[in-house]
């Protein structure tokens, strides 16, 4: 990897893997959703073979993190956050600014927050 992950990316991961399963999905679907983003914004500059390349990388990482979220009743949180580490490697190695590193934590303390204040009222 060119740049290792922070330490504060990796307390996030430590984190996110102590969230309730449904935190842990909505998480998921958080980061999916950006990856749709990034996704958009790939597709402005096609018809460029490096466009494409990114579209195919971030479409995989919207299928492994989706494919998590369908079968988290046989995953622990310690799996898929290896599968968020992982991406961000891979995301890494090809020179993609990560997603995953990038959002994890506000996604993290969006999801708590919102399910704080629900458990206040």
Do not use: C, W
């Not at 983003?37 to 490096?50: F, K, N, Y």
């Not at 993190?65 to 622990?76: Q, Y």
């Not at 956050?81 to 995301?91: H, I, K, N, P």
């Amino acid at each position: 990897m060119t740049n290792p992950p922070s330490s504060k990316f990796h307390a996030e991961l430590i984190r996110f893997a102590s969230l309730d399963k449904d935190s842990r999905i909505a998480v998921l679907a958080m980061i999916a959703h950006d990856l749709t983003v990034g996704i958009r914004s790939a597709l402005l500059d096609l018809p460029s073979p490096e466009a494409a390349k990114k579209i195919r990388a971030l479409n995989e990482y919207i299928h492994q993190i989706t494919g998590r979220i369908h079968t988290s009743d046989e995953l622990s949180g310690n799996d898929e956050s290896d599968l968020l580490r992982d991406v961000a490697y891979e995301a890494d190695a090809k020179s993609l600014t990560s997603v995953v590193e990038r959002r994890l934590g506000p996604a993290i303390r969006h999801i708590t927050t919102h399910a704080e204040s629900h458990e206040m009222t």
